[in-house]
């Protein structure tokens, strides 16, 4: 990928799309093209206008008319946007969170091969991946969630699933990210990510946490990762979570660490009762004003395994690493949401 590159970034507004950008400046690619809902709501341009874009474009990713046209002249389309809801309201937000993941894919890749994109980098993420079983290898890239039943897994599944046949019949150059939960600086707004840190600050924890493993990852090795992919011969799904992921009990004890006001977990819940995590959370969350994070799209995977993958494949294709340290992304997090 030159320098000289034209470059649209997708959901430049978000937490990966944010630090995309940013990162994509420092290192150089000023030729970058932003798009988000509404390029005329400052709550969604100031802070990329801070950083010096100026080709910032409203984009519906639903509207395949419009993104092809936001498409004409891009060589690289890093496609970030989508909704990300562990949690919703209804069923009807569910449908629409659904619908979004799979008709911006369409449109994204249809805009893409009209225009002759040169490569796609297309954020996805390891809920697409199956659960890892007490004894069973941790999966890689080359396997899949069968038959999602939560709506955010079968959302990223299928959107994915949908990316890689359009790019095999329209002859699309697509490398496509798997990404751990995403943590560290520069997300403006809270994210159903930033919300399990803010939910264990607010002590939503304190009678008790799971032994269950958390893939986290920061952001700036997110897009690191992001980068790469453009910039190698990258084929095919990549892998962009921690080397080691930790239990829920590591990640109060590094946080109590990092500020000893924060509320430490009294018991380890068994993984026989985490069905009724749910309901005890949503209790939780009504009394200390904390976000949910035990809600049933996130403990029901987690009955049976964690979400564990292998990342060694990033490591070998991209040369890419993790370099920020749990405690620096966990602080970095924290900082931030007591800033907010």
């Not at 932003?34 to 969604?44: F, G, H, I, L, N």
């Not at 007490?134 to 999602?148: A, H, K, L, M």
């Not at 930790?246 to 819940?269: H, N, T, W, Y």
């Amino acid at each position: 990928m030159n320098k000289d590159a034209k470059i649209l970034v997708t959901g430049g507004n978000g937490h990966v799309g944010f630090n995309l950008v940013r990162m994509l400046l420092d290192d150089g690619y000023v030729n970058l093209r932003v798009s988000v809902r509404d390029k005329d709501d400052p709550q969604k341009t100031a802070a990329l206008k801070a950083l010096g874009v100026s080709d910032i474009v409203s984009l519906e990713i639903r509207d395949a008319a419009r993104f092809e046209e936001v498409c004409r002249g891009i060589d690289y389309l890093f496609h970030v946007a989508a909704t990300y809801r562990f949690h919703t309201d209804s069923a009807t937000a569910d449908a629409e969170m659904i619908k979004d993941s799979l008709e911006g894919v369409r449109s994204a890749m249809s805009a893409a091969a009209k225009c002759g994109v040169r490569k796609v980098i297309l954020t996805s993420s390891i809920v697409t991946l199956p659960i890892a079983k007490n004894g069973e290898s941790i999966p890689d890239e080359t396997r899949w969630v069968e038959n999602p039943q939560i709506p955010y897994l079968k959302a990223k599944s299928e959107a994915e699933r949908l990316a890689w046949s359009m790019a095999d019949n329209l002859g699309i150059n697509l490398v496509s990210l798997l990404l751990g939960a995403v943590l560290g600086p520069g997300f403006g707004r809270g994210t159903q990510s930033t919300d399990y840190v803010l939910a264990i600050t607010k002590g939503s924890m304190r009678m008790g946490t799971i032994a269950a493993k958390f893939p986290v990852i920061d952001v700036r090795d997110i897009v690191r990762g992001h980068i790469l992919a453009a910039e190698k011969d990258a084929k095919g799904r990549y892998i962009l979570a921690t080397d080691n992921a930790p239990s829920f009990v590591e990640l109060i004890k590094i946080m109590r660490k990092i500020d000893p006001k924060v509320p430490g977990a009294l018991m380890i819940i068994p993984r026989l009762f985490y069905g009724v995590l749910p309901a005890f959370d949503w209790l939780t969350s009504r009394i200390l004003d904390a976000p949910r994070t035990a809600t049933r799209a996130m403990v029901s995977p987690m009955r049976s395994g964690d979400m564990l993958a292998d990342n060694s494949k990033s490591k070998r294709d991209l040369g890419w690493s993790q370099q920020y340290t749990l405690e620096q992304t966990l602080r970095d997090t924290m900082r931030e949401l007591k800033a907010a």
